[in-house]
Each structure stands twice: as C-alpha cells, then as structure tokens.
C-alpha cells in the first residue's frame, strides 16, 4: 500500500485542519458521519486495549504495545478531528467502547501474553476488514482516505507483529 507503518505518528500541519462540510452530496455525507463515528469509536477501544496490555516489566512485548497504543492514539485524534472538521461530534457513547477496551485488554493480560497477542490478532484483523469495507463503499475526500488508507496499513502492521511474538520471533 505504500504507507511507512514505521512512522506511528505522521507530522500534521495547522494548515492540515480544514473545514470540509461542502462540496458532498447528503447521502455521502450521511455514509461518512456513519463510518467516523465507527472509526473513532473503534480505535478509542483500541487505545484502550493495548494501554492496559502493558505490563510494568521491561521487556520487547510492553515496549511494542507502548508504541501501538501511542500509533491506536494518531488513529483516535485523526478521527476527532476528522468529526469536528465535518461539522459533527464524537458520540457520546463512546466510553461504552472504551470500557470494553479496557476489559478485554486488562482481561488478556491476565490470562497471559499469549491471550493478549492473541487478542490484538483478533482485533486488529476486524479492524483490517472494517477499513477495507469503509474504504470500499464511501467516497472520501482524498484527504481523508488516505489518513484512512495509512491507519489501515498500521493495523496490518500490528497484526503483523503480534503474530510474530506468537511465533517467537521478536
Ligand atoms: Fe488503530
Ligand atoms: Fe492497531
């Protein structure tokens, strides 16, 4: 895809925010505010997951969930200001899929590294398909797509390296 998964928080200028409410027609918008939403909901969980992932010892594992979660928090504030430049909000349920970030991280944990790879797997690869579904069927400004089209192939990335720790190779 074309997109260096190696920079977890991409350089983003003032003049970057820009108010981008004209120009769609109304059911493109509605199919957008939809997918933001989902997106910015998604990846508060994410945040959420890894934070409480992290373990206090030193090791390869906790230092690449700190870096994950600090790439999950790009994806999270990409999509806020992505809301807010529209004209929208986040919602305001969105706690309810921080909390369930928080428990299935915090679960994981204590079920040992194994299950928490093994959970970063299993959401990250949702969070592939979900990409790749919005990527698919919504006409996003070419702005918007590619922040889409970058957070899309940090996931990858993730799933990436967690099923190498699962195979022992990191
Ligand atoms: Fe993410
Ligand atoms: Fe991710």
Known sequence: MGYD???IR???RDADVRLRAGGASSADLRRMKKGLLALHTLELMAVNIYRCQIARHPSALNRALIAAMCNEMTHL???QVKLYEYGWRPSPLRWVYGLAGSVLGLGSRLMGEKTAL???VW???KAVR???ELLGRIA???ETRSIIEKNQADEYG???RWMAFLRGGE
Request: hydrophobic share 30%; charged share 30%; glycine share 8%.
């Open 118 to 120: 093994k959970m970063g």
């Open 158 to 160: 993730h799933v990436e």
């Open 140 to 142: 996003w400004d070419e």
């Open 10 to 12: 991409p350089e983003m």
């Open 5 to 7: 998964t190696g920079v």
């Open 77 to 79: 504030q990409d999509f």
């Open 123 to 125: 959401v990250e690869t």
């Open 130 to 132: 979900h990409y790749s």
